[in-house]
C-alpha cells in the first residue's frame, strides 16, 4: 500500500473506500461545495481520492429528497437531512488496466453530507 501512484485500475465498490473517504471528509482533506444553478442544487466534491490518492473534482446533481421530510409526524427524521452523493474516481490519471475511456482508478464510493438548513 505505499506505492499509491501506481495501483492498478480496479472496479471496486467495496465499503473500506466509502469509510476511508469519509475519514477524508472529517479532516477536511475532501470538500464539498454547495452551488445552485437555476434553482437546482448541485454538488462540487473536490479532494483526493480514497483510493489512488490523485486529486479529482466531480459534480454532483442530487434530484432526490425534496419532498420526502413531510410534517414532522416522526420525530427521527434525520435521514431527509442528509444527501448521499455516489462517486466515482475521476483523477483523469491512466493506471494501470484501466479500459477505455476511463477516467480514474475504478472505484466508487459514497459520501454523506448534511444539507444546510434554510
Ligand atoms: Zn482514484
Ligand atoms: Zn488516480
Known amino acids: 500500500m505505499s506505492d499509491e501512484a501506481g495501483i492498478?485500475?480496479?472496479?471496486?465498490t467495496d465499503y473500506h473506500w466509502t469509510m476511508r473517504a469519509f475519514e477524508l471528509l472529517t479532516s477536511a482533506n475532501l470538500?464539498?461545495?454547495?452551488?445552485?444553478?437555476?434553482?437546482?442544487?448541485?454538488?462540487?466534491?473536490?479532494g483526493p481520492c480514497p483510493r489512488?490518492?490523485?486529486?479529482?473534482?466531480?459534480?454532483?446533481?442530487?434530484?432526490?429528497?425534496?419532498?420526502?421530510?413531510?410534517?414532522?409526524r416522526g420525530e427521527s427524521s434525520d435521514a431527509a437531512d442528509v444527501?448521499?452523493?455516489?462517486?466515482?474516481c475521476s483523477c483523469g490519471t491512466a493506471h494501470q488496466d484501466a479500459p477505455r475511456g476511463a477516467t480514474g482508478?475504478?472505484?466508487?464510493f459514497r459520501i454523506g453530507i448534511e444539507k444546510a438548513a434554510g
Open 105 to 108: 482508478c475504478g472505484v466508487s
Open 31 to 46: 470538500t464539498v461545495e454547495r452551488h445552485e444553478a437555476g434553482g437546482a442544487p448541485y454538488f462540487v466534491v473536490t
Open 83 to 88: 444527501v448521499f452523493l455516489d462517486l466515482t
Open 52 to 72: 489512488c490518492g490523485h486529486h479529482f473534482a466531480d459534480r454532483q446533481v442530487t434530484v432526490a429528497l425534496t419532498g420526502l421530510s413531510g410534517p414532522s
Open 8 to 12: 492498478s485500475y480496479s472496479a471496486t
